[in-house]
């Protein structure tokens, strides 16, 4: 059975291997698609994209951006301000996503590879390659294909890492930062990032210093949270609440409802007053907004692209649930990470809403993806007969 399958790094057999040449299937597949995106969207520069064009208009007249919020946005602000100063077009943006795209492909195959087999990575990759909506953002001038690449980077490094010395600590909070000020979202990936280094590199150490550690980095990551959620500009916590939007900038109602709000509703206390006072709305809203987010499917979309969201993404989730046994049994902290990682992300839908285009869900794909691999190297075992 699945839950038999060992998960420490480098122990699975290399299995069946792709057809010689894999890897240049691979990358024929990578540049198929991006030929497919520029040919099918060209320079997307509308939407979200003009907020990031103005931000950088501003930084190069003003020095600053327009609200506090655009911080939290620094990275992709700064590529285009870039641009516009070296004169070099949004087409330099877009190739610099590109290239982090490539990498953050190339360190995913590595990643798979290192947990299953070459070829349970082989089929993951080009899966994600495959997967459009995941791939779209590299010809849109947003922040999600930079956000996307330096998540799977991020994780690259910090699985690599073999012991905690003060470079790969300030390496790592350099990296967490950099996802900070590319999407606030980024926030969202130090609790799992803390759990861990604290299981792989703290067992020797005192419970004392364990209890220091502990509530240094909860405090740290409570701050820039709180940081983040009272950045202000066009970012209001109630607002989704009063309206009582399942996806973001979609209200249901045309009337705000009478909630209890705290003087100071955008912080983490401010959350917790409404969570405490407004307990029945929340938990339906939670229900609805947790069914968008995985349900994944929309109204506004075509019968054919529900069906293919649902073919794309759906079995990979299954595979994750039935895979969950082995990540238990094998105490791994990587499932422990990406599992803290995914519900931290989705609890964050449930406290404002989902994306009308699924980015959200987006963003934690690639860790469904790894979590699904004991259930792949189970079957690749089971009906591959030159697997060992």
Same mark, same amino acid.
């Given at each position: ?5 060992? =998960? ?17 299937? =691979? ?137 905690? %010395? ?5 390496? %790592? ?23 861990? =280094? ?56 045309? *009337? ?43 109204? *506004?979309?075509?019968?054919? *692209?529900? =069906? ?36 931290? %992300? ?16 987006? %963003? ?25």
């Amino acid at each position: 059975m699945p839950g038999n399958a060992s =998960l420490s790094i480098s122990n699975f057999p290399a299995g069946v291997k792709p057809a010689l040449g894999g890897s240049y299937i =691979l990358i024929a597949a990578w540049v198929g698609m991006q030929c497919l995106l520029f040919w099918r969207f060209g320079i997307f520069t509308e939407l979200e994209s003009v907020k990031y064009i103005t931000e950088a208009n501003n930084i190069l007249q003003n020095g600053t951006v327009s609200t506090p919020n655009f911080w939290l946005y620094s990275t992709q602000i700064f590529l285009i301000a870039a641009a516009f100063k070296l004169k070099t077009g949004y087409v330099s943006v877009v190739i610099v996503q590109l290239i982090f795209n490539a990498l953050a492909t190339t360190a995913f195959f590595k990643l798979c590879k290192k947990l299953s087999s070459t070829t349970v990575a082989f089929w993951l990759t080009l899966v994600l390659i495959c997967a459009f909506p995941y791939q779209t953002y590299n010809v849109y001038l947003q922040t999600e294909s930079l956000f996307f690449s330096f998540c799977i980077l991020f994780t690259y490094y910090l699985f690599s890492i073999r012991q905690l %010395t003060w470079k790969t600590v300030i390496c %790592t909070f350099l990296f967490l930062l950099l996802l900070c000020v590319t999407r606030p979202s980024g926030v969202l990936w130090i609790p799992g990032t803390i759990l861990y =280094l604290f299981f792989n590199f703290f067992k020797r150490f005192s419970v004392l210093l364990k209890t220091v550690a502990l509530i240094i980095c909860s405090i740290l990551f409570l701050f820039l949270l709180n940081t983040a959620i009272g950045s202000g500009g066009e970012l209001d916590f109630m607002l989704p609440f009063q309206d009582e939007r399942i996806i973001c900038g979609v209200p249901t109602l045309d *009337h705000f409802v009478n909630i209890k709000m705290a003087d100071n509703p955008n912080s983490i206390y401010g959350l917790l007053y409404y969570l405490y006072y407004n307990s029945e709305q929340f938990f339906r809203l939670a229900i609805e907004r947790s069914y968008a987010f995985w349900g994944l499917t929309r109204s *506004h979309y075509s019968k054919s *692209h529900n =069906l293919y969201l649902i073919v794309l993404f759906f079995p990979f989730i299954a595979m994750m649930l039935l895979s969950m046994y082995s990540w238990i049994k094998a105490k791994s902290s990587i499932a422990l990470f990406s599992i803290c990682t995914i519900s931290i %992300t989705w609890f964050s839908v449930i406290m404002s809403c989902d994306d009308w285009h699924n980015r959200f869900f987006l %963003t934690i794909l690639p860790y469904i993806y790894i979590l699904s691999i004991p259930i792949l190297n189970y079957l690749f075992k089971k009906f591959s007969p030159n697997v060992k």
